[in-house]
């Protein structure tokens, strides 16, 4: 695929330039577009340093556990290989560890980098909702007062509705 | 290890003024005991020239962890390339320190480097190179995270292309070729084959990317070729893996030019002498 040589997706295009990787998709455009919508990268550099620290902890910790369970719990029999019960069940684990700290986290602050919805958050969108629709494991986020209340918080903005209508 | 007594001298740096010709400067000498007591002891020290220093003092920047660890060395090699000077605060993981509740306040996953200046505290190696780009952006090399967004945009392109496709599989492979032989853990043949494919074709896509471009952003040293130093070194200088750069003439040449950068060796040094 000439757009993107690591042949995944997504891909932008903002006239001439051409873009991959979307957590640099993400802080490309709330840079460029800075002064309209919601600051998703905070006010301040010491803001942005937090906004940073929780999407490289989405990034590195959240996101490798609950891939493998996306693609072992959705995707494996779609895809024609067994699915992999250990795996699934020390990436449950994992996931659930790190789940432990974004409890005492949000137990302190209301969205992850501070009290402002960020990046951060919105990184998490996509595969909790996963988590808590076709992968069936729901419960590792209800069973968290605070992060519960995080996801409700965040999946109910306007942005991710009119995303799951596409 | 050192026997005996480790001295770390807080030296602070101070102007020579007309008004104080020979002025008389308090230092706090740090004394520290292999069992990790303190002790402060304070005593005058004459008067000190505004030398260039990485031993800091009053420096308020701190980074926590051993600079064996890959992802301390990564910050380590951005705060020297950007000439901000910093004190490395020793972390034992074997002694099991980076689980400790005191450790956990600073990092709440147990990981280092945890990171440290007068208004902020921060985790994640990557997070804080950036942050150490954007709070001294007229520092030393002013070229590693540009503010024009569309040169940003192509580090952080790169910079999660390390993150999310060269960081796991030679994480995988330092582990297992570096460090499981020393910790007494049985290799995983199938673990190696499997990094080492993937590492391949990850680095087939440099090799093209690098046959179009000087480095992997663009025409000038960034963030995101710094990224890749730490695992890169181990495979090369410990894993015994350098051909899979040197067999491929552009990632060869790339390899080359960032591993002799002047700041990575002085994290090497900072690693022999840790």
Known sequence: ??????????VIQDGDYTLYESRAIIRYYSEKYKSQGTDLLGK???????????????????????????????FASVLGFPADELL????????GKVLDVYEERLSKSKYLAGDFFSLADLSHLPFT?????????????????????WWDDISSRPSWKKVLQL | MKKGIKWKFAASSFQLTPLFPLPLYLSIVWLRTEQNTKAKLFFPLCLLSAAKSTMAAVAPVKVYGPPLSTAVSRVLACLIEKDVAFQLVPVSMAKGEHKK?????????????????DSISLFESRAICRYICEKYPDKGNTALYPANPLAKASVDQWLE????????????????LAFAPRMKIPQDPKAIKLNQDK????????????????????DEFSLADLSHLPNADYLVDVAGKGEVFGSRENVGRWWEEISGREAWNKVKELRKSA
């Open chain 2, 199 to 218: 590492l391949k074709k990850v680095l087939d896509v440099y090799e093209k990317r690098l046959s179009e471009s000087k480095f992997l952003a663009g």
């Open chain 2, 101 to 117: 509740p005191d450790f956990l306040k600073l990092q709440p996953f147990g990981q280092v480097p945890a990171f440290q200046d």
């Open chain 1, 88 to 95: 699934i069940r020390e990436s449950e684990e994992k996931l």
């Open chain 2, 161 to 176: 292309a390390e993150s999310q496709s060269f960081n796991p599989p030679s994480g995988a492979l330092v582990f297992q």
């Open chain 1, 129 to 149: 909702q996963y988590l808590v629709g076709p992968i069936g494991k729901e419960y590792m986020i209800r069973s968290r007062k605070h992060v519960s209340a």
């Open chain 1, 44 to 74: 301040t550099i010491e803001e942005r340093g937090l906004v940073e620290q929780w999407l490289e902890v989405e990034s590195q910790n959240f996101h490798p556990p609950i891939y493998n369970l996306t693609l072992h719990v959705m």
């Open chain 1, 1 to 10: 695929c000439r757009a993107q040589p690591f042949g995944s997706v997504p």
